[in-house]
């Protein structure tokens, strides 16, 4: 079977529900298949586009399979190609969960440099946030709130996801003065805290002895229904 046979608009969707829907036994089923049709690794044929190299990284993530997506990484760089913002994401997301997170930042300074004009986009938005997950991880806090400061110099999107991790960083290390200031930047940038968010802040009082202020937002959680 030549690879030119398979609908790539297809083929990338059936990927992106399996990761969605955590089927990891029919993405491994999956992924076989398209080994077996030669598109595992795209490059091998002219017609593959940017959306098909991050939908395969994030499959071989997605099935602990780091090495492949590091292969079809290689592959993508000694063909020449300048992977565009949400490759370069993908693939630090894959190095920071599979626990390569030197790699993970080694790949983030080059995305930094490469797409210096592209500090807004989405892909950068996901590269950081997955960058302040990686240094939560090696609990290290204050370089997770040093890269959160960055971001909004630099006007990278922050989300619920990114501020969610840093306030967990903080109610971990019992820094509950920066996680409160963390629920205000969440009303300034006009996002929506979830139960998470509320969980994790409540469980950080409750630790500390604050029953007062856990009841509060307990509260407040309830009132946003």
Not at 106 to 111: H, K, S
Not at 146 to 172: F, H, I, P, S, W
Not at 179 to 189: I, S
Request: overall charge neutral; aromatic content about 8%.
């Amino acid at each position: 079977r030549h690879p030119k046979l398979l609908d790539e608009q297809l083929v990338n969707i059936i990927l992106e529900a399996c990761v969605a829907l955590r089927d990891t036994p029919r993405l491994n089923q999956f992924l076989t298949f398209l080994k077996r049709c030669q598109w595992d690794m795209p490059l091998l044929w002219s017609g593959a586009t940017s959306n098909s190299y991050a939908a395969l990284i994030k499959a071989y993530g997605s099935t602990d399979q780091i090495n492949k997506a590091q292969e079809l990484w290689q592959c993508i760089r000694q063909q020449g190609t300048i992977p565009n913002e949400q490759m370069f994401a993908q693939m630090i997301d894959v190095l920071v969960t599979g626990g390569r997170f030197p790699e993970a930042q080694q790949l983030f300074r080059e995305m930094r440099q490469v797409h210096s004009e592209r500090m807004a986009s989405s892909g950068m938005a996901m590269a950081y946030a997955m960058i302040v997950k990686g240094y939560t991880q090696q609990k290290d806090a204050a370089s997770a709130l040093r890269c959160y400061e960055e971001m909004k110099v630099l006007g990278v999107q922050v989300g619920v996801v990114v501020l969610n991790t840093l306030m967990d960083a903080c109610c971990r290390t019992a820094n509950l003065p920066q996680a409160t200031q963390l629920l205000d930047d969440m009303a300034r940038f006009e996002i929506v805290p979830d139960l998470i968010t509320y969980s994790t802040l409540i469980k950080g009082h409750c630790s500390k002895g604050d029953l007062d202020k856990a009841l509060e937002l307990f509260g407040a959680m309830r009132r946003r229904g």
